[in-house]
């Protein structure tokens, strides 16, 4: 599903403060597969998670996920990829505080040509496998932070993607909603979803999951 | 004089503007062109990728207000008709000075060019590598180089309209003028007609096998024959006046302006009927869906025409 | 294509925002309100100078005497009669009063009344009046501004006049002209054509010059050669050169505005573009979070420019709605004095609700191009931004 081969990662190329953050990187993960990225901060995981989710360009190294090579795709074609096969969650959650948690939901839908209907019945699908549907007209900036990181779970189901990538997604839950949280990842594990957590939390010790190390922006 | 009215001075403001903003993105184009390299994955594509973005904002955000200028162009024209002594319509106010006529074609013509560009970006980012971006490039910097010829042209033709010395009126610029007839190749009214829906049957037929060079020429002269058709059969039932020989005062309101339907019709159809071709040389795509709006608009063209003869006719129960 | 959806998160991001475009909102609000002001009044004017000169003869002949106007002899009327196309030829008598203690005038119109004025609206003011009591004494009709003007010094039924002959006449107020026509008669004065006589100090056998009505406009150029002809000592005003000379000071009125305009615009435009070049870092995280869930570049500019872009239709909408009250219903306090600075006589206007729709484009293009222009740039720059870098 996802096949990584010699990705470096060099920030700030030429330039003074150039930073080669990741070096000779391959991976394979097979469709279904859950893998925990570990590592120490600043040892590359976050940088390797974008360049998975095309939303930086390696520097070097080809990128193939569910058969598409998107290591330099354009951005027009590297956003349809993005909106239709990955779902991405967030440390800090990065949800737009002001709108609802349902208008929340719907942003990454918001390109895509689907009927109302399916719209409804996507976004309440979504609500549902992350248990916000209660919350569903309530502004994010009023929910407590497990139910803002079900929220953000829900809007990175509302687009069925194939890949979860997910970054920190437990730094700012205390032990109860990381339980939770854990569960709901075990669920999509279930249902066939690969998934790809960067963390450095113990509690996914207790996944069944393949680990892999970073260090210094190379795979140990 | 150069500022004749209102809408001259907002007209050439306008036309400023969007200069000012076609240079930026002509700068741009050209730090672009000098080191794109596609395959390379620099931190500098990258910045001249983002960069792509800004120049494709900006000519797309000017070549539409230059869309919607031509047919300002031509409705400032005709209201300065008020102004230029002698002048009825637009005609005697393109006719004020050499530069006029000029002006107008050339604005089609960027207009035709611009057409050319919207196709040819459409189908550059829908692939996946760009494989027109040089091309189009080129073809901006070559449009770019056009306009600023026009905005020399509009200055020079709009300072040399003189208020004081009277132009002719349309009758007297596009009427017999006895000796020699102003019809191409020595026509006849009759045989000019018969060439016309001819012509117009043959890039119909062109279109629907989509025979695509065959179509470039029979639309070329289509394009040239129903120019002459318009302002020497069709314009006279339009104004029901057998004398009345002008392509522009139908742009007025009294004729509902009638006149930007009938010229941008024309101009529709006959763009997609001679684009199809030139883009397929430029990309090696097919296009023949294309077609299908030439054949729209074409026979639109010809359906609005004809029909102002057969309402005449009905009306009246005789041809002028 | 912008979808519903894509309309309905644009019109919440903006609410959410609405502080931050509010300062622009009320900015270009007022730019269009200004602009829209002046282009509905000058056009209001213009129509009702043109409903005016409709019902003007088509020449106006005066004898002229060292380049000054002088009093026409009124057998000239038979040679003019005699032109094929001239229907009628009317002997006018016409002045300015001086009213000595300030510096103003009224323009004393002497009429006829037993020939059958030209003038639509006199006609019709006359065809209320019964011409028998009304030349039974001297009687006037008064302008509005005429009447305002002795008001103020308590002449409310009558006025002494002081012709050049030193004698008084005094005259009776019998009606007044409806506002709507204030415009052209705000300072006029009708009276019968003897007593402007006196009152001006015009000969019996002369008028102060001859209208001449011909009803066909294609007759215009050949009628006014044989009038050449006729005299050599005359000066013959053509009603389309009228028109344009009212067209031309328009124009030019309006275009030295515009100009002014521009700079302000040009202003307004780097106004515009400093302030959505601010990008603070909240707007830089809702962009990385956007092109994360699957935006484009290209769908952000378009939710930027789409911001920009209602602010300024609402802005234009807003402005233009209150240029219209202000114009048609408040009746354009303080611009319309710069407009009608020509008449002696303050002027209070009721004028007709005439829109030109392709100065309402017109206005709409020169507003909105240059709004759009200066936001261009912010919007790419904005949504070209690094997405991670802008989630940190
Ligand atoms: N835009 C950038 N320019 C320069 N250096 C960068 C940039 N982005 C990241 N880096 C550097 O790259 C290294 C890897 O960063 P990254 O965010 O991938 O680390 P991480 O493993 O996710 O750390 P954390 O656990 O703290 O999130 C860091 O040392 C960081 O300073
Ligand atoms: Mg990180």
Redesign the interface.
Same mark, same amino acid.
């Given at each position: 599903m996802i096949k990584l081969e010699n990705i470096n990662k060099i920030y700030n190329q030429s330039r003074p403060n150039e930073f080669h953050a990741l070096k000779n990187i391959s991976l394979h993960v097979s469709e279904g597969e859950l893998i925990i990225l570990k590592g120490v901060s600043g040892s590359g995981k976050?940088?390797l998670l974008?360049i998975i989710?095309s939303?930086?360009k390696p520097s070097s190294g080809s990128v193939v996920i569910d058969n598409q090579s998107i290591a330099k795709l354009p951005? $027009?074609h590297?956003?349809?990829f993005?909106?239709?096969k #990955?779902g991405?969650i967030?440390q800090?959650f990065?949800?737009?505080e002001? $709108?609802s948690v349902a208008?929340n939901i719907?942003?990454? #839908?918001?390109?895509k040509?689907i009927t109302p209907k399916e719209?409804k019945d996507k976004t309440a699908t979504a609500m549902n496998t992350a248990q916000i549907q209660h919350k569903a007209n309530t502004q994010v900036k009023l929910l407590s932070g497990g139910e803002k990181q079900r929220c953000a779970i829900a809007?990175a189901l509302v687009?069925s993607p194939k890949v979860i990538l997910c970054d920190e997604p437990t730094a700012n839950l205390d032990a109860k909603n990381s339980k939770i949280f854990i569960k709901t990842i075990k669920k999509l594990h279930d249902d066939g979803k690969t998934i790809v957590i960067a963390t450095h939390d113990s509690i996914f010790d207790s996944i069944d999951a393949k680990i892999i190390n970073i260090q210094n922006g190379t795979i140990v | 004089m150069i500022?004749l009215?209102?809408?001259v001075?907002?007209f050439l403001?306008?036309e400023t503007?969007?200069l000012i903003?076609l240079s930026?993105a002509f700068i741009n184009v050209l730090t672009i062109l000098k080191s794109w390299n596609f395959e390379a994955t620099t931190t500098k594509q990258y910045i001249l990728e983002?960069r792509s973005?800004?120049v494709l904002?900006?000519i797309f955000?000017t070549l539409s207000?230059k869309i919607?200028l031509l047919p300002?162009f031509a409705?400032m024209i005709d209201?300065l008709s008020?102004?230029v002594p002698g002048a009825m319509c637009a005609a005697g106010v393109i006719n004020a000075n050499k530069y006029g006529v000029w002006l107008l074609w050339l604005k089609i013509f960027i207009l035709f060019l611009v057409g050319i560009w919207i196709i040819l970006n459409h189908y550059d980012l829908k692939a996946e590598n760009y494989p027109f971006f040089k091309k189009k490039l080129w073809l901006f910097i070559l449009i770019f180089a056009l306009i600023a010829g026009e905005s020399v042209l509009d200055i020079l033709y709009l300072k040399n309209i003189s208020t004081k010395s009277i132009v002719s009126c349309c009758s007297s610029i596009y009427g017999a003028s006895g000796i020699s007839n102003p019809i191409p190749f020595d026509l006849h009214v009759n045989e000019l007609l018969a060439l016309f829906y001819l012509l117009f049957t043959l890039s119909i037929t062109t279109a629907i096998y989509r025979f695509k060079f065959f179509s470039l020429l029979s639309n070329i002269a289509f394009l040239y024959i129903a120019y002459y058709a318009v302002v020497y059969f069709f314009g006279t039932y339009i104004y029901e006046l057998p004398t009345h020989l002008c392509p522009f005062c139908m742009l007025q309101s009294g004729y509902y302006y009638i006149g930007y339907f009938i010229w941008g019709t024309l101009f529709l159809g006959t763009f997609f009927g001679m684009s199809v071709s030139i883009i397929e040389y430029l990309t090696d795509i097919d296009l023949s869906r294309l077609f299908r709006y030439s054949i729209i608009f074409n026979t639109t063209f010809i359906l609005i025409c004809s029909t102002y003869v057969l309402l005449y006719y009905i009306k009246n129960g005789v041809f002028l | 294509m912008p979808?519903k959806?894509?309309l309905n998160?644009l019109f919440?991001l903006l609410y959410?925002h609405r502080v931050k475009h509010l300062s622009i909102f009320f900015i270009s609000t007022l730019i269009v309100f200004i602009l829209s002001s002046v282009l509905l009044l000058s056009h209001a004017l213009q129509e009702d100078i043109k409903q005016t000169l409709k019902s003007q003869p088509e020449f106006t002949i005066q004898k002229m005497r060292g380049g000054r106007s002088v009093d026409v002899p009124l057998f000239w009327a038979d040679g003019f009669e005699s032109i094929e196309g001239v229907v009628d030829v009317e002997p006018r008598v016409y002045g300015e009063y001086f009213y000595e203690p300030n510096e103003h005038h009224f323009t004393i119109v002497g009429i006829d009344f037993f020939e059958l004025a030209h003038s639509k609206k006199l006609k019709k003011i006359i065809s209320d009046i019964d011409i028998k009591k009304f030349l039974s004494k001297p009687n006037m009709i008064i302008g509005q501004g005429v009447k305002a003007f002795l008001d103020r010094y308590h002449f409310f039924d009558y006025y002494v006049f002081r012709p050049p002959d030193r004698s008084k006449i005094e005259v009776n107020i019998y009606d007044y002209f409806p506002k709507e026509s204030s415009l052209v008669s705000n300072d006029m004065i009708i009276m019968d054509i003897d007593l402007a006589r006196q009152i001006l100090g015009v000969d019996e056998d002369e008028a102060t010059d001859f209208a001449l009505y011909s009803p066909n406009e294609l007759e215009a150029d050949n009628i006014k050669i044989k009038l050449i002809l006729q005299h050599f000592d005359t000066r013959i005003i053509q009603k389309s050169d009228i028109q344009k000379a009212y067209?031309k000071l328009f124009?030019y009125k309006?275009?030295i505005f515009?100009?002014l305009y521009?700079i302000v615009l040009l202003t307004f435009m780097m106004i515009l573009y400093q302030r959505y070049s601010m990008i603070q870092s909240s707007d830089k995280?809702?962009i990385?979070?956007?092109?994360?869930?699957?935006?484009?570049?290209?769908?952000v500019?378009v939710l930027k420019i789409g911001e920009s872009f209602i602010v300024a239709i609402f802005a234009f909408l807003l402005g233009f709605i209150l240029a219209f009250i202000y114009v048609f219903f408040l009746n354009a306090p303080l611009l319309g004095a710069i407009f009608y600075g020509y008449s002696n006589l303050p002027t209070d206007i009721v004028l007709n609700k005439s829109v030109d729709f392709?100065?309402v484009f017109?206005l709409f293009?020169?507003y909105i191009?240059?709004f759009?222009?200066a936001v261009?740039?912010p919007?790419?720059r904005s949504?070209?931004i690094?997405?991670?870098e802008a989630?940190r």
């Open positions: 976050s940088t974008s989710g939303l930086i951005d $027009l590297a956003s349809v993005r909106a239709d #990955l991405f967030f800090s990065n949800l737009f002001e $709108l208008e719907t942003t990454p #839908l918001i390109h040509s719209l809007r687009n | 500022f009215s209102n809408g001075i907002v403001f306008i503007l969007l903003l930026v983002k973005y800004l904002l900006i955000f207000f919607i300002y409705y209201t008020d102004v | 979808n959806l894509f998160f919440l959410k067209d124009n309006g275009g515009l100009i521009m995280k809702e990385g979070i956007l092109r994360a869930l699957g935006w484009s570049i290209k769908d500019i392709s100065a017109l293009l020169f191009l240059p759009m222009a261009l740039i919007a790419w949504s070209v690094d997405p991670l989630m």
